[in-house]
């Protein structure tokens, strides 16, 4: 009774051969769907951070103009960082009371810029560029052109900023 138990269990070449190609197949398709799904996660990141910022740009409404409620009571020798569309800008109330606005992007490699009252000037820490606080121009260092400047115009309701 035993050799017919054991006769009935062993399996022939080709149902043992079926067998394999099923965990082969099977074991193909959940390695190529885990494959695909690394590949999505690793690709879009990557596609993001290729995807051109200007055509982001071109798509983004153009802005003319900003309105700063109650910047008017910025103390003077201050700075108020805004953003001005989607850039970094400055608001500089300097001590003879003058206002400036000014892109707040070193023009060399675009790092943030800041503004030193003590010095009075704007300085970028990435490579050392220094331009003028009340101009904009390139004083010192690698920035090949001004930091570009916008019309202000101060009153009760605010700061009003355009371009110029």
Same mark, same amino acid.
């Given at each position: @009774? ?31 769907? =885990?494959?695909?799904?690394? =590949? ?9 951070? *290729? ?8 798509? =983004? ?12 009571? *910025? ?14 800008? @400055? ?9 400036? =606005? ?6 060399? *490699? ?55």
């Amino acid at each position: @009774m035993s050799e017919i138990a054991s006769e009935d269990t062993k399996l022939t070449p080709a149902a043992e051969e079926g067998a394999d190609s099923l965990t082969r197949r099977a074991f193909l398709v959940a390695g190529s769907a =885990a494959g695909a799904c690394y =590949a999505a996660a690793i690709g879009y990141p990557v596609y993001r951070y *290729l995807a051109s910022p200007s055509e982001m740009a071109l798509s =983004a409404p153009a802005i003319t103009e900003v309105t700063l409620k109650d910047a008017q009571k *910025l103390p003077v020798a201050s700075v108020l960082m805004f953003k001005f569309g989607t850039r970094p800008a @400055m608001l500089i109330h300097h001590q003879d009371g003058t206002w400036v =606005a000014l892109t707040a992007v070193c023009t060399h *490699l675009g790092c943030t810029v800041q503004y030193e009252p003590e010095a009075n000037r704007i300085h970028c820490a990435c490579h050392g560029g220094v331009y003028d606080s009340n101009t904009g121009a390139n004083v010192s260092g690698p920035p090949p052109k001004p930091l570009t400047r916008f019309k202000v115009a101060v009153g009760e309701g605010g700061v009003q900023i355009s371009r110029t």
